[in-house]
């Protein structure tokens, strides 16, 4: 059943309506095969020459790089994500080789398309009765030094996956926050011919 606050304008599948990102999560265990599963949709989002630009680094809670991970996001967001089941480093190749080509060049698409490869993984989880809340609040440079990631790969974002959990956990100034937010009118956001957004 969808959020009640949370209303189409036109038709589409209520899986759009019932994701969204909750802080607040129950630190329930997540086993490796359901969260490869949301790889595994994200795995199928499109790209462009498929050119599959995304990776994923991840660390499930109670394993040895659970720690390491949680160490790499700001105080706010480990305050509440230190009770999440996964968390996820999403960033994507920012060069390609492409077809008939022999050395690599710009992927000047590479962050489209890794946004694909991410909302698939959130809709998979959602579907599959998890949540993710994505978050831009983790150290970059701490990140890319930890988990030695080259140069040539951008990073995006960290996530964390896991069961909803009770609000009261959260501070008390993010528990009334702690609904589906609303979205903007399609008509705010979609507009035939010219631009024409005030």
């Not at 030695?148 to 100034?173: N, W």
Request: no cysteine; proline share 6%; hydrophobic share 40%.
């Amino acid at each position: 059943m969808s959020d009640t606050s949370r209303v189409a304008e036109y038709a589409i599948a209520e899986h759009f309506i019932n994701r969204w990102s909750p802080r607040a999560f129950n630190a329930e265990p997540i086993d490796e095969q359901t969260l490869l599963s949301f790889f595994e949709a994200a795995r199928w989002a499109p790209s462009a020459y498929n050119s599959q630009p995304w990776r994923f680094l991840y660390a499930r809670r109670d394993t040895p790089d659970w720690a390491r991970f949680l160490s790499l996001l700001n105080d706010f967001n480990r305050s509440w994500a230190q009770h999440a089941s996964a968390l996820v480093i999403i960033l994507s190749k920012t060069t390609f080789t492409p077809p008939g080509a022999s050395e690599e060049g710009p992927a000047l698409w590479h962050t489209f398309d890794t946004g694909s490869a991410w909302a698939h993984f959130a809709l998979q989880a959602s579907i599959s009765g998890w949540h993710t809340h994505g978050m831009a609040g983790f150290d970059q440079a701490k990140t890319r030094e930890e988990l030695h990631i080259p140069e040539g790969y951008a990073l995006h974002a960290a996530v964390a996956v896991g069961k909803l959990g009770d609000k009261s956990s959260l501070a008390e100034h993010l528990q009334a926050r702690e609904v589906p937010s609303p979205r903007r009118p399609v008509g705010e956001l979609a507009k035939g011919g010219d631009f024409d957004f005030s």
